[in-house]
């Protein structure tokens, strides 16, 4: 008799160890999607009717699509040492990935300003967007982009920052500059610095 009562109570307590283990993993499962976060997708056709992830790329793309966990103070650092994209340097150099990020935070996620601080450390080859063409004092380079940097600057959530040695380098002034851009003593000082003040590091 005490063995059927022993053989009964283990096969309850294996039979519970094995439901707390399927919710453990449905947890762990919804965790690492992180469903609740998404607000709505950010993609329309091509009259700018809103679409779905579902409609956008398939059935079943909003279940298997992870979305982020952080909502909350973000801080992402970006450093730019490149001015063109490419070699036809019809595009700039790492700025559409900010504004896609943004977009992400912003309308997929519907993050507030305040719920994110992005740095942009700008040195080496990518001194030349941080120029103002229509300075008075204009360097003799052009900036071939800075409508986009401008529109970086227009977010009060982003920070342009750059590298005073690249600056010496250049021969650059802060009159020369477009106005909000700031500055850091040194480029690779400053990305070491960010990161330990906790901001994580994007190298397009």
Same mark, same amino acid.
């Given at each position: ?10 096969? %309850?307590?294996? #039979?519970?160890? #094995?439901?707390?283990? !399927? ?7 919804? &965790? ?13 056709? +091509?009259?700018?009717? =809103? ?11 909003? *279940? ?9 103070? *973000?801080?992402? $650092?970006?450093? %730019?040492?490149?001015? /063109?994209? &490419? !070699?036809? /340097?019809? @595009?700039?150099?790492? +700025?559409?990935?900010? %504004? ?24 080496? @080859? ?11 004092? *204009? ?7 800075? @409508?986009?940097?401008?529109? $970086?600057?227009?977010? =009060? ?5 750059? /590298?005073?040695?690249? *600056? ?9 500059? %477009? ?10 000082? @400053?990305? !070491? ?12």
């Amino acid at each position: 008799m005490k063995k059927v009562l022993l053989l009964l109570l283990l096969t %309850i307590c294996l #039979s519970f160890a #094995s439901i707390l283990s !399927a919710d453990d993993r449905d947890d762990d499962d919804e &965790d690492f999607w992180n469903q609740n976060n998404f607000v709505v997708s950010k993609w329309a056709d +091509i009259n700018n009717n =809103p679409l779905t992830l579902d409609e956008k790329f398939g059935d079943g793309t909003s *279940a298997v699509t992870r979305f982020l966990s952080n909502t909350r103070k *973000a801080k992402v $650092l970006y450093q %730019i040492n490149e001015t /063109c994209k &490419d !070699a036809t /340097c019809a @595009a700039p150099y790492a +700025i559409g990935n900010i %504004i896609n990020h943004v977009n992400d935070y912003e309308i997929t996620h519907g993050m507030s300003k305040r719920n994110y601080e992005i740095v942009v450390v700008v040195h080496s @080859a990518g001194w030349r967007l941080v120029l103002d063409n229509n300075a008075a004092s *204009a360097h003799a380079i052009s900036n071939p982009f800075q @409508a986009a940097v401008e529109k $970086l600057l227009s977010n =009060p959530s982003i920070k342009v920052l750059f /590298c005073q040695n690249t *600056a010496h380098g250049k021969a650059i002034t802060k009159d020369q500059m %477009i106005d909000g851009i700031g500055f850091v003593t040194a480029g690779v000082s @400053a990305l !070491a610095d960010f990161q330990d003040q906790g901001y994580r590091y994007v190298q397009p």
